[in-house]
């Protein structure tokens, strides 16, 4: 079913956005470069890391903080926080991260409802390093958040969400890639728009012409960072990136870090200049708030 293009004719919704993704409790710990080296850490990089080398991290991390998190659920939180209404989809295993994750993502008064696997793997958990200079290195371990599989999906709340949001990290593992694809289905099938974060440039390079597909195809709105679309497209320029996704997508939104974001919507190219920050303390989940700037603005027909 294509998308009506006039608010009029879409279908009523009980939820603004609908986020689905990787369940994760964010640890976030403040060490130097040298921390990095040590566990020999790509900085600024998402990597997967096996349970082994996630209790090692851990055990060497100093002071750490704990949230819900997995890019999805922050752009879910950050939706909330604005006034806007948002549900979530995501697995967790009934332990104490996920006892937390829940309580935590309940507290934001995001919509959950997807019960605790009794048994199986742990719950998710991704050690966040965040360096003196303020970028953030992420190294995850999936746990049970890999076996979310198309019976876990909440047909009323996808069908009854004005906007699905899908976080690209999730096509990593064949089995959430399935579901993923299942939820486009039947958000699209019932008249909704359907919105994709690309994550990460090492994760665009892993599923390129999946993605490409995608953007292709059911996508509307597309999410990335400079990296990641002149990844997708194959670019050398963002200029080249920025005509490459013109029209290929309703809009794309592309952040550019201090040189602020572009927004690209038919022929139509918006740049937002980037507010000067004297010192960056953290960029843990910069893009997936600036997400949730723009879906609340969205559902609400604000101007681009």
């Given at each position: 079913?294509?998308?009506?293009?006039?608010?009029?004719?879409?279908?009523?919704?009980?939820?603004?956005?609908?986020?689905?993704?990787?369940?994760?409790?964010?640890?976030?710990?403040?060490?130097?470069?040298?921390?990095?080296?040590?566990?020999?850490?790509?900085?600024?990089?998402?990597?997967?890391?096996?349970?082994?080398?996630?209790?090692?991290?851990?055990?060497?991390?100093?002071?750490?903080?704990?949230?819900?998190?997995?890019?999805?659920?922050?752009?879910?939180?950050?939706?909330?926080?604005?006034?806007?209404?948002?549900?979530?989809?995501?697995?967790?295993?009934?332990?104490?991260?996920?006892?937390?994750?829940?309580?935590?993502?309940?507290?934001?008064?995001?919509?959950?409802?997807?019960?605790?696997?009794?048994?199986?793997?742990?719950?998710?958990?991704?050690?966040?390093?965040?360096?003196?200079?303020?970028?953030?290195?992420?190294?995850?371990?999936?746990?049970?958040?890999?076996?979310?599989?198309?019976?876990?999906?909440?047909?009323?709340?996808?069908?009854?969400?004005?906007?699905?949001?899908?976080?690209?990290?999730?096509?990593?593992?064949?089995?959430?890639?399935?579901?993923?694809?299942?939820?486009?289905?039947?958000?699209?099938?019932?008249?909704?728009?359907?919105?994709?974060?690309?994550?990460?440039?090492?994760?665009?390079?892993?599923?390129?012409?999946?993605?490409?597909?995608?953007?292709?195809?059911?996508?509307?709105?597309?999410f990335g960072n400079e990296e990641e679309i002149q990844?997708?497209?194959?670019?050398?320029?963002?200029?080249?990136?920025?005509?490459?996704?013109?029209?290929?997508?309703?809009?794309?939104?592309?952040?550019?870090?201090?040189?602020?974001?572009v927004i690209v919507h038919q022929e139509e190219i918006?740049?937002?200049?980037?507010?000067?920050?004297?010192?960056?303390?953290?960029?843990?989940?910069?893009?997936?708030?600036?997400?949730?700037?723009?879906?609340?603005?969205?559902?609400?027909?604000?101007?681009?």
């Open positions: 079913m294509k998308y009506p293009k006039d608010a009029e004719e879409r279908p009523e919704a009980t939820f603004d956005v609908v986020g689905i993704g990787n369940a994760i409790v964010d640890v976030i710990s403040h060490e130097s470069d040298q921390f990095l080296k040590e566990f020999e850490l790509v900085k600024e990089s998402m990597a997967l890391i096996d349970k082994e080398l996630a209790v090692n991290i851990y055990e060497k991390m100093s002071s750490t903080s704990q949230s819900s998190g997995g890019s999805a659920a922050n752009t879910m939180t950050g939706i909330t926080s604005l006034g806007g209404s948002a549900a979530y989809i995501g697995k967790v295993r009934k332990d104490s991260l996920g006892e937390f994750f829940i309580q935590d993502i309940h507290n934001a008064k995001v919509h959950y409802s997807l019960d605790p696997a009794p048994n199986g793997l742990p719950t998710a958990r991704s050690m966040i390093i965040v360096t003196p200079d303020g970028a953030r290195t992420m190294n995850t371990y999936l746990g049970i958040s890999t076996t979310l599989y198309k019976e876990d999906l909440d047909i009323e709340v996808l069908e009854n969400s004005k906007v699905l949001y899908c976080e690209g990290y999730i096509w990593d593992i064949e089995a959430t890639k399935e579901t993923i694809r299942s939820a486009i289905a039947i958000a699209k099938g019932a008249g909704r728009k359907i919105s994709f974060t690309l994550s990460d440039s090492f994760c665009v390079l892993r599923h390129h012409q999946d993605w490409i597909d995608l953007v292709n195809g059911p996508i509307d709105i597309l990844a997708l497209s194959g670019s050398d320029t963002f200029e080249e990136a920025v005509n490459w996704v013109k029209g290929r997508v309703e809009i794309a939104c592309l952040t550019r870090a201090d040189k602020g974001s918006i740049h937002i200049n980037a507010k000067p920050v004297q010192k960056i303390v953290d960029s843990t989940g910069a893009g997936d708030l600036y997400a949730a700037g723009f879906l609340y603005g969205y559902t609400r027909e604000l101007d681009l």
